[in-house]
Nanobody
Framework: VQLQASGGGVVQPGDSLRLSCAAS????????LGWFRQVPGKEREFVAS???????RYGDSVKDRFTISRDNAKNTMYLQMSSLKLEDTAVYYC?????????????RGQGTQVTVSS
């Protein structure tokens, strides 16, 4: 399975941005999909996940601002980010696994840079 994240960019505080993660090589319909982010020098941070049944989970720092979704027909996952803050700046990675907690994702894509700057 290959995961390809896209949609990153440079935005201002308060702006919105949508990330996409397209999967190829295998259908991920039954997998839990998720997003993580990382800033150099800091540990990876869980952002959001969505199970095969649509159940979602969010990190405390993004709750009520980010929305994760999936389109199984397109084998693609999305992260709609709103009310972006300076501290949301990071490289965002998508991941997939059978483990609903995504503790050690079996599949992980390359990152896409999100920079929030005034």
């Amino acid at each position: 399975v290959q995961l390809q994240a896209s949609g990153g960019g440079v935005v201002q505080p308060g702006d919105s941005l949508r990330l996409s993660c397209a999967a190829s090589g295998r259908t991920l319909r039954t997998y839990t999909l998720g997003w993580f982010r990382q800033v150099p020098g800091k540990e990876r941070e869980f952002v959001a996940s969505i199970r095969w049944n649509g159940e979602t989970r969010y990190g405390d720092s993004v709750k009520d601002r980010f929305t994760i979704s999936r389109d199984n027909a397109k084998n693609t996952m999305y992260l709609q980010m709103s009310s972006l803050k300076l501290e949301d700046t990071a490289v965002y990675y998508c991941a997939a696994d059978n483990d609903p907690r995504l503790q050690r994702p079996r599949f992980r894509g390359q990152g896409t840079q999100v920079t929030v700057s005034s």
